[in-house]
Structures are given as C-alpha cells and as structure tokens.
C-alpha cells in the first residue's frame, strides 16, 4: 500500500484526478471515453447503418401499435414512483400519494433526460419536499437512502445472467470487458447489505440519522426490481413489434447489460453507452441495423423523451396553480443532502435551476412545440385527412399553412430560451405564436394532435403569465451563434426526415402519393432554410427594434452634475473620482439617497466599489438594486470592496473572494527620517542635486499643458491599449477634474506626471490615478514622484494617501482558502512573465503602507471562473470618450 501511494505521488496521479474532480472535468471526460471506447469496438457496424431505413420502418407503424406501446411505456415509468411511496411510508411524510405519485414521475423522468448520476432527481424531490414544508433532515436522509438503493434490482439481474437465467453471452462475446461490469453490478447487492449495517455507511451515506429496517430495505430492493424489469419489459414489447422472435429472456439480457455500461457513462438515461451495447446485442441475434435502431429510438421516445415532457406539463401546470411565493433556492442546503459520490457530478446552480421549475419547464414545452411543428410538416400527413383538407382548403393555402409551420417551429425552438428567462416580450409573441401554429397545423393537413398539444402549451402558459415581468435578458454573440448552430442542425434533420421518408411510399406516382406531399421533398432543403432565414431576420428585428434594452450608455453631464451636487453631502471613497470618466451607469436607490455606479459585461451588472451613501440606507439600496438588475436577468456583483461593509454584502446573499490588497500609506506618521527610508532618502537628494524640479497643477489646466503629456502617456503606453472601469485613462475631460503632479528636468521638459484622484471625504484621502513617464528617464523617476507626491499630500493635511491595488496581494495563502483562491496565490507567485504581481507589492512596500484588503462580492449563482475572466475583459474594454 506504502508503495502505492509512493508511485501515485510521484507520477501525480492523485493530483490529476483532485484537479479533475475539483474542476468537474469528470462529467464530461469519463462519458466520453466510455463512448468512444464503445463506438471504436463496434465502428465497423454503426458506420453500416441506413438511417433512412430507419426513418422508413419508425413511420410504417401502425398507430394502434404505438398507442399500445406508449401504454406500457407510461407503465413502465410509473414504477419507478415505488421507492417514493416506500420513502413516503417510511419517513411518515405528510403529502396525499397523488402529490407523492406526482412528484415521483417529474423528478424520475427528469433525472432519466437531463440528471448526472441522480443529481436532477435529487434537486427536484428537495423543491418538491421544501414548498410542501418538509424538514430538510428529512429530504437530506430520503435522498441518501434513495442514491444508493436504485441499483440493487439491476444487481439481482446481473446474477440471474451469470447464472444463465438471462442470456448475456451475445453482448459479452463481442465486448468481453462487459463480464467486469456485469460482476462488479452483481456484487453491489451483497456488499451493499453487508455495509449498510457498518458505521462506515452511516457516517458517509446515511449522515448519522437512524439505519433502515428490514422491511423498508427489502420493499426498496424490491422497488429497484420492478423498475429495471418493468423497463425490460417495455424495450421488449417495443423489440417483438420491429424484431419478431425477440425472446423475453434475450431481450432482458441485452437489457440489463446495456443498461450496466450506460450506468458507467455517468450519462442521463445512460445515452450512448446503453444505445451502442443494445445495437450492437440485437445485431448478433441476426436483426438488421435499421430495424435495431428503430427499436432504440422508440424505446428513447416512449420510455425518456414523452414521459418527460408529461413531466413538465405536470410540474408546469402545478407551479402556474400555485401563487404562493415560489421556494427560495439554497444551493449550500441541497449539496448538503448529496453523498460525496454525488458531489463530483454536482454542478454550479442547478438547485436554482430546480427553483425556476414551472418557467424552465414551460420553457422546454415551447423547444418541444416548435420541435414538434417541424416534425409535423417534414411527416407525410395521414391519407384520408389530406382529402379531407383537400376538399375543404386550397392548395396554395395547404402550401402556405405548411411553410408557416416551419417558420413558427423555428421561432417557438428559440424563444424557449426567451421563456425560460421570464421575458414579457417573448411570453407575449410565444403565445400568440402557439396559437397561430395550431391553427396553420391543422389546417396543414388536420394535424389534430398536434394542434392540441400547442393549445395545452398556449393554456399553462396563459396562466402562469404573472411569472414573466423580465423586459429583457442579456443574449450574447456567443449565445446568438449556438442558437444558429442548433436551428442549422434542426433544419438538416427535418430535411433528413422529410427526404429520407419519401422513397418509401408505395407508388409515388399515383395521386395519393402527390397528395400526401405538399412540397416536393426535392425542395425540403429549400423550406428549411427559408424557414431560418425569416426567423432570424424577425428575431433581429425585434432585438433590434426593442426601446428597454439596457447598455452601458455611460453618464450625461447633467447626471455628472447631480453627482457633483450629492458629494456636496455624502462622503466618497477611494474609487468615487473615477466615476467622473463617464463610462459608467448611475443607479441612485432609496430614494436617490445612495448612488450605485455599475457597468454591464455579458449578464452580470458589476458595481463598481461600496455603494455611496449613508450607510443605514445601504442594503437596502442592494436590493433595490438586485430587483432591478433581476428586470434585465442581469446578477449584480461588486467590484473592490472594503472589508467594512461585508457584513452587509453577507446579509444580502452574496460570497467573497479576495481580489489583493490595498497600499494607504498614513501621512501623519509618513518621513523620510530613519533607517528604513535611506534608500528613498538617497533618492530625493540626488534628484534634488541633479535640479529635477517637483510641482502640482492646479485645474482647470492649460491645454498646452495637456498637449505636452500626451506625448509622454504614449510612450509609456507603447502601443498598448488604455484599461478603463476601475481605472483612468488619458482623456482631457477626465484630466482637467483633478490636480496633475509634475516632476520636471533641469532643461525644463516633463519626465513623469501622476494624475490624482480625491476621495471627496472631506479631504481626507486622495489616490494616485493615472502614473507615467517617458522610457529614458533616469532610474528613480518614480521613486522621486511618490516621494515627493506624499509630503505634498502632508502639506496638504491629507491623511491618507493611496498607493493603489496590489492584485492577489496575500490572496489563497491559508490552507483553508477556497480552490480559486489557491489558483489566484499560484498565479501571484508564478505569474511574473504575464504581470509583475510580486514585483508590484514589493515596490510598494517600501513606502511602508498599511495593507486593507479589497473582495469581489458575488451570488452563489454565479461561476466564480467565468466572472473573473469577464472582469477582466472589462476592465479591459475600450474606455469611451470623458467629454459629454
């Protein structure tokens, strides 16, 4: 064991997977492998695959047969809803057994299309439970219990295939690495029983709350049972009507192993790893491909994909019943009820996804809608209801009705996004939108169904219509390209569908076949990318057209001016001055009693430092503040604040991550006497001895001033771009509203200039903003410029002065610090060639400052990566003109 350890050491293992866990680089590098480790054994036959056969054998089904089965599927899922009635009895959970039956079907189906590793079911049996007031030690103890509980019937499976009870030989002959996993399934239900009465479980799993009796753990094994053979069951019921003589046991087999690898993907539902074993299992009995992936396709459309769109109909309708206020997200609180195993497939915010339950979920029955109006143009209509419509309707109408319910498809699959961010505006134009696809649908070619289901999404839409009050929500370039990406690959797969199906009509040639299809499938191609081509030309219409999008619009002179006027009796701080370069947005709260000056980067409205204002008025003016970023579904953050008003920031929901620190230099005990100061001292001497000369301009500046440190500011610049937000920047406007430190060589030209900042505090503090000098001055300049700047500052009966940020400045050196913390103390200490970070803080050091910390105060809901990087771009963005 010793030497295990020592080789993990020293190949950095153990780190790799820490860093992979950490990062949650797992989720997607274990499925993945899994996958294409399947994929490149069976290669040969998935490349030999004819999907239009397929589209053929799934459109030749009788609609009795899919009637039938889609009966047995919901069967099937609703099984599943066992173990929450064995939970319900057991933990004496006050909810009636429809809420209990409810609940269980949205959560299970959702966990099956969209959940890693029981995380999505998890999440939303703990909204669930939460708004019916449930303990949370309860749900925190239902959901343990219910994680390690669901694979014990697919163990009981896998030895009924070792002891040949159920033939596996088909798969595990091709894939021999499946005996493994069979093995390692089959031993989980005596392992599992042996440890679920050792202290081991009940620390790591159970969380010290009283062990389960017999009767509860057989009724939960027994449950675990009836899900996985009623799942069995349904794929071979859906097997025998494509596949005839598909044994049950056969069917089983394939089943349970296909459904172990499919666990080992980590995947919802098992996607990919399940899908490849299955085809390749029924391939060796002898079936052809097409017909095979007929079967996996239905069995995903019967047993996953429709019963959880019956699930959000459900959690839609049961959020718009009720008007009570919606369950306040706890991320922290539902992590807490997760095993560690669970942990590593827990991602950022998806408790709070959980809370938006009824909008997301009406969010993805509009994707559906428009998905579904596709599908039903690219699909021949039924025969005798297109004579029915041909004796009624004309043809260019039947035409026109078919070509608007592409375009309607493709606006509804896109403003699903608008949906499931609350918009007014698109809640509005999506309903209106529903109605008229029903309308065009049915009048296509009496696509009743169809029209229904856009109806039932138009109705639970209506009602939950108080939940939309968003006037707009950030949509970025990026976001705006992948929805292009994917309205492109919907529209190749309507024309693969539409093409694809047509060959198999029996005699295209006579008149049914010509009445069955409205557009000639040559032109498929043609209706789909005129279908996108209108729907973004209207979308970027309304993006364009729409009056309350917010944008950094930067400050007028007349809200300047109000500024000036509210320093007249409020107190600045360190960044109040840099609010006068005008590239930032004033939000004035409570009653125009606290300023909140804030820029906009993607979907984030980051504030820059303490709002300004008394202080009592202060976390209120944050949720002002919060309410009205929430309009725009923007999240607010707050840049470099001080360590005096976290408490406040805490109150308000939000966490903290170091940004450095900052360099305030005392004046009252600031001099050049002493040991410690020789080296500046021998500096100002020889400065002083060479008549280098030391003044500071008053405003308003001469403008030949000006001229003559532009010059010197793009030397020092050279070529690079200047930083704004935080930070000045080289503008005449900006520069003439405070005083310019000048240090001047003995033949009389400028060498190095400082900007500086007040604190508009009663002079008590001033900063130093803008710093820069000419490449070829002497070794010192800047020593002598800071020297010489402090004893003006005393002179001036300052009390501070402000040296300016340290970035990652003593960030991430404590054991305990948080894992970005630790990056950003990584960086400080190594990331030299990139920023002087060290250098930086040493050479402020030497003026013997007193360090204040400065903290990024951000929501749980926020990833704290992507916000840096995004500060990053803004900070670096391109400062606008000062003169208004």
């Given at each position: 064991m010793?030497r295990?350890?020592?080789?993990l050491?020293?190949t950095?293992?153990?780190?790799?997977f820490?860093?992979?866990?950490r990062y949650?680089?797992?989720q997607?590098?274990?499925?993945a492998?899994?996958?294409?480790f399947?994929?490149?054994?069976g290669?040969?036959?998935?490349?030999?695959?004819?999907?239009?056969?397929?589209?053929?054998?799934?459109h030749?089904?009788?609609?009795e047969t899919?009637?039938?089965l889609?009966g047995?599927?919901?069967?099937?899922?609703?099984s599943?809803?066992?173990?929450?009635f064995v939970?319900?009895r057991?933990?004496?959970?006050?909810?009636?057994?429809?809420?209990?039956?409810?609940?269980?079907?949205?959560a299970?189906?959702?966990?099956s299309?969209?959940?890693?590793?029981?995380?999505?079911?998890?999440a939303?049996?703990?909204?669930?439970y939460?708004k019916?007031k449930?303990?949370?030690q309860?749900?925190?103890a239902?959901i343990?219990?219910?994680?390690?509980?669901?694979?014990?019937?697919?163990?009981?499976?896998?030895?009924?295939g070792?002891?040949?009870?159920l033939p596996?030989?088909?798969v595990?002959?091709?894939?021999?690495w499946?005996?493994?996993?069979?093995?390692?399934?089959?031993l989980?239900?005596?392992?599992?029983?042996?440890?679920?009465?050792?202290?081991?479980?009940?620390?790591?799993?159970?969380?010290?709350?009283?062990?389960?009796?017999?009767?509860?753990?057989?009724a939960?094994?027994?449950?675990?049972?009836?899900?996985?053979?009623?799942?069995?069951i349904?794929f071979?019921?859906?097997?025998?009507?494509?596949?005839?003589?598909?044994?049950?046991?056969?069917?089983?087999?394939?089943?349970?192993?296909s459904?172990?690898?499919?666990?080992?993907?980590?995947?919802?539902g098992g996607?990919?790893?399940?899908?490849?074993?299955?085809?390749l299992?029924?391939?060796?009995?002898?079936?052809?491909?097409d017909?095979?992936?007929?079967?996996?396709?239905?069995?995903?459309?019967?047993?996953?994909?429709?019963p959880?769109?019956?699930?959000?109909?459900?959690?839609?309708?049961?959020v718009?019943?009720?008007?009570?206020k919606?369950v306040?997200?706890d991320?922290?609180?539902?992590?807490?009820?997760?095993?560690?195993?669970?942990?590593?497939?827990?991602?950022?915010?998806?408790?709070?996804l959980v809370?938006?339950?009824?909008?997301?979920?009406?969010?993805?029955l509009?994707?559906a809608?428009?998905?579904?109006?596709?599908?039903s143009?690219?699909?021949p209509?039924?025969?005798f209801?297109?004579?029915l419509?041909d004796e009624?309707?004309?043809?260019?109408?039947?035409?026109?009705?078919?070509?608007?319910?592409?375009?309607?498809?493709?606006?509804?699959?896109?403003?699903?996004?608008?949906?499931?961010?609350r918009?007014?505006r698109?809640y509005?134009?999506?309903?209106f939108?529903?109605?008229?696809?029903?309308?065009f649908?049915?009048s296509?070619?009496?696509?009743?169904?169809?029209?229904l289901?856009?109806l039932v999404v138009?109705?639970?839409?209506?009602?939950?219509?108080?939940?939309f009050?968003?006037i707009?929500?950030?949509?970025?370039r990026?976001?705006?390209?992948l929805?292009?990406?994917?309205?492109?690959?919907?529209a190749?797969?309507?024309?693969?569908?539409?093409?694809?199906i047509?060959?198999?009509?029996?005699?295209p040639?006579?008149?049914?076949?010509?009445?069955?299809?409205?557009?000639?499938?040559?032109?498929?191609?043609?209706?789909?990318?005129?279908?996108?081509?209108?729907?973004w030309?209207m979308?970027?219409?309304?993006?364009?057209?729409?009056?309350?999008?917010?944008?950094?619009?930067?400050?007028s002179?007349?809200?300047?001016?109000?500024?000036?006027l509210?320093?007249?009796?409020?107190?600045?701080?360190?960044?109040?001055?840099?609010?006068?370069?005008g590239?930032?947005?004033?939000?004035?709260?409570?009653?125009?009693?606290?300023l909140?000056?804030?820029?906009i980067?993607?979907?984030?409205?980051?504030?820059?430092?303490?709002?300004?204002g008394?202080?009592?008025?202060?976390?209120e003016a944050?949720?002002?503040?919060?309410?009205?970023?929430?309009?725009?579904?923007?999240?607010?953050?707050?840049?470099q604040?001080s360590?005096?008003?976290?408490?406040?920031?805490?109150?308000?929901?939000?966490?903290?991550?170091?940004?450095?620190?900052?360099?305030l230099?005392?004046?009252d005990t600031?001099?050049?006497?002493?040991?410690?100061m020789?080296?500046?001292?021998?500096?100002?001497?020889?400065?002083?001895?060479?008549?280098?000369?030391?003044?500071?301009?008053?405003?308003?500046?001469d403008n030949?001033?000006?001229e003559?440190?532009?010059?010197?500011?793009?030397k020092?610049?050279?070529g690079?771009?200047e930083?704004?937000?935080?930070?000045?920047w080289?503008?005449?406007?900006?520069l003439?509203?405070s005083?310019?430190?000048?240090?001047?060589n003995?033949?009389?030209?400028?060498t190095?200039?400082?900007s500086?900042?007040p604190?508009?505090?009663?002079?008590?503090?001033?900063s130093?903003?803008?710093?820069?000098?000419?490449p070829?001055?002497?070794?010192?300049?800047?020593?002598?410029?800071?020297?010489?700047?402090?004893?003006w500052?005393?002179?001036?009966?300052?009390?501070?002065?402000?040296?300016?940020m340290?970035?990652?400045?003593?960030?991430?050196?404590?054991?305990?610090?948080?894992?970005?913390?630790?990056l950003?103390?990584?960086?400080?200490?190594?990331?030299g060639?990139?920023?002087?970070?060290?250098?930086?803080?040493?050479?402020?050091?030497?003026?013997?400052?007193?360090w204040e910390?400065?903290?990024?105060a951000?929501?749980?809901?926020?990833?704290?990566?992507?916000?840096?990087?995004?500060?990053?771009?803004?900070?670096?963005?391109?400062?606008k003109?000062?003169?208004?």
């Amino acid at each position: 064991m010793k030497r295990l350890q020592e080789v993990l050491h020293r190949t950095k293992i153990g780190q790799l997977f820490t860093a992979l866990h950490r990062y949650k680089l797992l989720q997607i590098l274990i499925p993945a492998a899994v996958i294409a480790f399947i994929y490149w054994e069976g290669k040969s036959e998935f490349q030999s695959m004819d999907w239009t056969s397929t589209l053929h054998t799934l459109h030749h089904l009788k609609p009795e047969t899919v009637l039938f089965l889609f009966g047995a599927s919901l069967i099937a899922v609703s099984s599943v809803a066992v173990y929450d009635f064995v939970l319900r009895r057991h933990f004496t959970i006050p909810i009636s057994l429809w809420d209990t039956f409810r609940y269980a079907w949205v959560a299970n189906t959702s966990n099956s299309v969209i959940g890693f590793s029981g995380i999505a079911g998890a999440a939303f049996r703990t909204f669930f439970y939460r708004k019916r007031k449930i303990p949370m030690q309860t749900i925190t103890a239902s959901i343990a219990f219910l994680s390690t509980i669901t694979i014990t019937g697919l163990s009981i499976l896998s030895w009924a295939g070792i002891f040949g009870i159920l033939p596996m030989q088909t798969v595990i002959h091709v894939h021999p690495w499946t005996l493994i996993a069979v093995w390692a399934t089959a031993l989980y239900l005596p392992g599992y029983v042996f440890l679920q009465r050792t202290s081991f479980y009940a620390k790591w799993l159970n969380r010290n709350l009283p062990r389960m009796n017999g009767a509860t753990i057989a009724a939960s094994i027994g449950a675990s049972l009836l899900e996985w053979v009623c799942a069995g069951i349904c794929f071979w019921l859906i097997g025998t009507c494509l596949l005839p003589g598909l044994s049950l046991a056969e069917a089983l087999g394939i089943y349970t192993v296909s459904a172990i690898t499919g666990l080992l993907t980590m995947a919802p539902g098992g996607i990919g790893g399940f899908d490849l074993t299955a085809l390749l299992g029924l391939q060796q009995l002898g079936y052809p491909a097409d017909k095979t992936a007929a079967v996996l396709v239905l069995f995903r459309l019967l047993y996953y994909l429709f019963p959880w769109m019956i699930g959000l109909v459900i959690a839609a309708s049961d959020v718009a019943m009720d008007r009570n206020k919606p369950v306040d997200p706890d991320d922290e609180n539902f992590e807490n009820g997760l095993n560690s195993w669970q942990r590593i497939w827990h991602f950022p915010n998806q408790f709070k996804l959980v809370g938006e339950l009824g909008v997301w979920s009406l969010g993805k029955l509009v994707f559906a809608s428009g998905f579904i109006l596709l599908l039903s143009a690219a699909l021949p209509g039924l025969l005798f209801r297109l004579h029915l419509t041909d004796e009624l309707l004309a043809a260019p109408l039947m035409k026109l009705s078919h070509q608007l319910s592409v375009v309607i498809g493709f606006l509804l699959i896109v403003l699903s996004w608008g949906i499931s961010h609350r918009v007014k505006r698109a809640y509005q134009l999506t309903l209106f939108l529903l109605c008229a696809g029903a309308v065009f649908t049915f009048s296509k070619s009496f696509d009743i169904e169809e029209a229904l289901f856009l109806l039932v999404v138009a109705l639970l839409l209506w009602i939950s219509r108080d939940r939309f009050y968003r006037i707009s929500a950030s949509f970025s370039r990026e976001k705006a390209a992948l929805w292009g990406v994917l309205t492109l690959v919907l529209a190749y797969v309507y024309d693969l569908i539409a093409t694809g199906i047509h060959p198999a009509l029996p005699n295209p040639s006579t008149s049914e076949a010509k009445l069955t299809w409205l557009i000639n499938p040559k032109l498929n191609g043609l209706v789909a990318i005129t279908g996108i081509v209108v729907t973004w030309l209207m979308l970027s219409l309304i993006l364009l057209l729409r009056p309350s999008r917010l944008v950094n619009k930067g400050t007028s002179l007349e809200e300047q001016e109000k500024l000036q006027l509210f320093l007249e009796h409020e107190q600045g701080n360190l960044l109040t001055h840099v609010l006068f370069a005008g590239d930032k947005n004033f939000f004035w709260a409570s009653n125009e009693r606290v300023l909140i000056p804030y820029s906009i980067i993607r979907n984030k409205l980051v504030v820059l430092g303490d709002p300004i204002g008394q202080k009592e008025w202060i976390s209120e003016a944050i949720q002002e503040c919060q309410r009205f970023a929430d309009l725009y579904d923007l999240s607010v953050v707050f840049y470099q604040v001080s360590p005096s008003y976290l408490p406040i920031y805490h109150e308000n929901g939000y966490r903290f991550f170091k940004l450095g620190e900052e360099a305030l230099v005392p004046l009252d005990t600031f001099t050049l006497s002493g040991k410690r100061m020789t080296n500046l001292r021998t500096v100002k001497n020889r400065f002083d001895r060479e008549g280098f000369r030391f003044e500071v301009s008053k405003p308003p500046h001469d403008n030949q001033l000006l001229e003559k440190l532009r010059p010197i500011s793009q030397k020092w610049l050279h070529g690079k771009k200047e930083k704004s937000f935080s930070l000045g920047w080289f503008d005449e406007c900006y520069l003439q509203l405070s005083p310019i430190a000048l240090l001047v060589n003995p033949e009389e030209e400028i060498t190095a200039f400082a900007s500086l900042a007040p604190s508009y505090d009663d002079n008590c503090s001033i900063s130093v903003d803008l710093m820069r000098h000419l490449p070829n001055s002497p070794n010192g300049t800047m020593d002598q410029l800071f020297v010489s700047l402090l004893e003006w500052a005393k002179a001036e009966e300052y009390q501070t002065f402000n040296l300016g940020m340290a970035p990652l400045s003593s960030v991430g050196h404590a054991q305990a610090a948080i894992r970005e913390e630790k990056l950003a103390h990584f960086v400080f200490k190594h990331g030299g060639y990139w920023y002087g970070f060290k250098g930086l803080r040493k050479y402020k050091e030497k003026f013997y400052p007193v360090w204040e910390p400065r903290y990024l105060a951000y929501p749980r809901s926020v990833s704290l990566p992507i916000l840096l990087l995004e500060l990053v771009r803004l900070i670096a963005r391109r400062p606008k003109n000062g003169c208004v």
